[in-house]
């Protein structure tokens, strides 16, 4: 008898485990959704383009921007730029706008 018990014991495991990967899979989606939903809910970015600006709105005057190097230096860099801070759009100030506003 005790080897009939050891086989249902050991069924008993497989059927353990099949059931707690069934629900660390089912775990893993929710913690998936949930931080989904937590991402669109924190979103707090603008569009700001239009008037090239050195600052964001929220204080920070830190950019993410795509830049080309020539010569280990910055040759040119788009001028769609988003806040390193709050992920906010805006347009880089370039000296053409410099000019702008002197005259
Ligand atoms: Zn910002």
Not at 21 to 38: P, T
Not at 45 to 64: E, K
């Amino acid at each position: 008898m005790k080897w009939v018990n050891r086989i249902a014991g050991s069924l008993l495991g497989l059927i353990g485990i099949g059931i707690m990967r069934n629900f660390f899979g089912k775990y893993q989606v929710l913690v998936f959704d949930k931080e989904d939903l937590g991402e669109e809910n924190d979103f707090s970015a603008l569009d700001l383009r239009g008037t090239p600006t050195h600052a964001c709105v929220c204080g920070s005057n830190v950019w993410y921007i795509k830049a080309v190097f020539d010569n280990y230096e910055i040759a040119t860099y788009f001028l769609d730029m988003q806040c390193a801070e709050c992920g906010s759009i805006a347009t880089a100030p370039t000296p053409v706008d410099r000019e702008g506003m002197e005259n």
